[in-house]
């Protein structure tokens, strides 16, 4: 479930934005004030903070990068306050809610935000999935650690997510936390929290992400990326039970269980002397591996309705079945980006499908990749893509691959960052530098365009 705080009245539009929300399974947090918003965030995180645009938000960014607390903020504002959601995406807020607020995009807000409110269980219909969620959900009613193990897009945090709802700690809070999107110092303070006075910017203490975790259970994804000095604590905490906040006199105790997930080789990580091998055999309590996509086949039609039902939903459209023909195009591709690409395709679908049916014209997907073992018949030898490139810039090759593929993505920020395999803020730096150059730049899902600077 989404941890959602709203900064600002509830009586007006930001309080519609806030029953939405809460429709589509958020948690709910309430500041009146840009300084309360902060002292919720110390106390409690969240995975996201949607701000009225009247209230500080340059001020809330700055005040939660100099305390280290990694919560996107979204300025929320009607079209006229557009100089101050340009200051505020300049000052680093993650994206602008016009008002009044729509569904759909609140939607997609929540799902960058890492935290994907469908309260749905996993769709499972492959013998190799179903037996797989059968020994999760056995597994579940332990205290053990588990090790989530799968490629990139399987769906890692949607398993956990299950094994969380059927422990005994289901009442208690979810809290997931990617290792990989947050730099060393950063991602410290996130995980353990810190005390005031620990560093230049710590007005007040706050408690991480174990302490909002305590009495449910906290997920690390992709823990492969996490340095060895942080592994040494995490491996700490699993042992004492406590947490030591940044600049803290005295540990915290802690009742947390514990999920990573990753889609590294950690055994081979442990041979390069990446990973600490005490830690493995501590998070590898049990091991869940989920199949890529292409191994198990019986699920992408299921997934695939279940995702066209849920974008119909949220974007007010009728809810209409695969035609024969698309469903047959879904079959016969390898997925690559597993069900995060088949995810993306029917939402794409929905939006462009035409008559009573999801026809295959609505079906965009990437051509496979052919393996460079076995090259193509001279015949029908690959065109060159490296000469139309010969004689651009390096900076407009990049431009142009950013732009395109956040077209592709529909404005998704997050997915669009994934693909290019570069971080969330540096996307958000490279975009912020289009606009000032004077280039329209795609909007977030269902944004109204924000307005270039004026010339001059």
Known sequence: MARLLIVGSLEGELGAAARVAIAR?????????????????????????????????????????????????????????????????????????????????????????????????????????????????????????????????????????????????????????????????????????????????????????????DGGTLLLDEIGEMDPRLQAKILRVIQEREVDRLGGAAPVRVDVRLLAATNRDLAAEVARGRFREDLLFRLNVVALHIPPLRERPADILPLAGHFASRYARANGMPERPLSAAAAERLLSHPWPGNVRELENALHRAVLLAEGAEIGPAAIELAAPRIPAAEPAPAAAAKPNRIAPLVGRRMEEVERDLILETLSHCLGNRTRAAEILGISIRTLRNKLQEYRAAGLAVPPAPGQAPIPLPAAG
């Open 25 to 213: 399974g958020a948690r709910l947090a309430h500041a009146e004030g840009a300084a309360a918003g902060l002292a919720r965030l110390r106390a409690e995180g969240a995975d996201l903070a949607l701000v009225d645009i009247r209230h500080d938000v340059p001020w809330l960014v700055h005040a939660l990068a100099a305390e280290r607390i990694a919560c996107p903020v979204v300025a929320c504002g009607h079209a006229e306050d557009a100089d101050a959601a340009v200051r505020a995406i300049e000052a680093g807020a993650r994206d602008f809610l016009p008002l009044p607020p729509d569904p759909d995009l609140i939607l997609a807000m929540l799902q960058a935000a890492g935290a994907d409110p469908a309260e749905e269980g996993p769709v499972a219909r492959d013998p190799a999935m179903v037996a797989l969620l059968a020994r999760a959900t056995q597994l579940a009613r332990a205290e053990a650690s588990v090790l989530i193990t799968g490629e990139s897009g399987t769906g890692k945090e949607v398993l956990a997510r299950h094994v969380h709802a059927a422990s005994r700690r289901a009442r208690g809070p979810f809290v997931a936390l990617n290792c990989a999107a947050l730099p060393e110092t950063l991602l410290e303070s996130e995980l353990f929290g810190h005390e005031k006075g620990a560093f230049s910017g710590a007005v007040a203490a706050r408690k991480g992400r174990f302490e909002q975790a």
